[in-house]
């Protein structure tokens, strides 16, 4: 269909009415400073269509300590079933900060083997900013879908990987929080969790492969990313919980990375104190 991961308001305008389109609204209230969703309670609007796709709560690991972490393929397959996707459905995420939860979404579909996925460049406030209509709540699914989960390991991993990657010159390590989160000068969010990085990793605030919530050309892109690492190496993306790790997944594919994976558990789980090395 198309090389990128992405797709604008006008591509979806016009594919709005295709039988295999399955439009989902991936948002999940923003933590990072900086970053607000243009929904509430009071005032909700969702493009027309669209479903709920709630991986913080509903498509993720039951019982964890840690949030909206990677579910088994068979808890995925029997999710999605239920929001009607299907194995031919082209599916479009989005979410309602712009270019901020959406991204996990689409990379969660390709980690279950589904290629057919793409973002909305901009998410909702593109879409309003176009003077598009919007629709006062979700959509449900018609029929249950036929979707079949395949999993692709390597597109998320663990600590054990991480650990590994850190000696390792085959792999690059690209934590995405604030550089004050990242040098342990500003405090971490989290109760209980050690300030500082991992060693050997570099830092890239997501924020800055955005511009006005939507995701930078692909020639900024890959000045940004050579000079971090080549597109021979494995980046392992980390951030403070899995979310905007996938921005920075996005950014990589979009300027041609294709050896990607996201650390699950992120700082949520490698601060947390353990024998886990961490520098400040």
Not at 66 to 82: G, Y
Not at 116 to 130: D, E, K, M, S, T
Not at 133 to 154: C, K, M, V, W, Y
Not at 262 to 267: I, K, T
Request: glycine share 6%.
């Amino acid at each position: 269909m198309i090389d990128s991961a992405l797709v604008d308001v006008n591509w979806l305008v016009e594919h709005l009415q295709d039988a295999e389109l399955v439009i989902l609204d991936a948002s999940v209230p923003p933590v990072v400073p900086g970053f607000e969703s243009i929904n509430s309670e009071e005032n909700f609007a969702a493009i027309p269509g669209a479903r709920r796709f709630d991986y913080d709560k509903e498509v993720c690991k039951p019982n964890s300590s840690l949030s909206h972490m990677m579910p088994s393929p068979e808890l995925f397959q029997e999710k999605v079933r239920e929001i009607g996707v299907n194995r031919d459905s082209t599916i479009v995420v989005y979410d309602d900060v712009g270019l901020y939860a959406s991204p996990r979404a689409w990379w969660m579909f390709r980690a279950m083997g589904h290629d057919q996925v793409y973002v909305l460049n901009g998410g909702l406030p593109a879409w309003i900013a176009a003077g598009l209509a919007t629709a006062a709540s979700l959509s449900s699914a018609e029929a249950q879908g036929d979707f079949e989960a395949e999993e692709r390991i390597n597109l998320f991993c663990d600590f054990n990987v991480v650990l590994a990657a850190i000696d390792d010159k085959a792999s690059q390590i690209i934590d995405v929080r604030s550089a004050g989160r990242f040098n342990a000068t500003a405090p971490e969010p989290r109760p209980g969790v050690r300030g500082g990085h991992m060693p050997s990793a570099c830092n890239l605030p997501f924020a800055r492969v955005l511009d006005n919530g939507k995701l930078r050309d692909r020639a900024e892109l890959q000045q940004m990313l050579q000079e971090l690492a080549s597109p021979e190496q494995k980046v392992i993306s980390s951030c403070g919980s899995g979310i905007t790790a996938c921005v920075m997944t996005l950014a990589a594919w979009e300027a041609g990375y294709r050896q990607l994976s996201v650390y699950d558990g992120s700082w949520a789980e490698w601060g947390l104190p353990s024998k886990l090395p961490v520098v400040p």
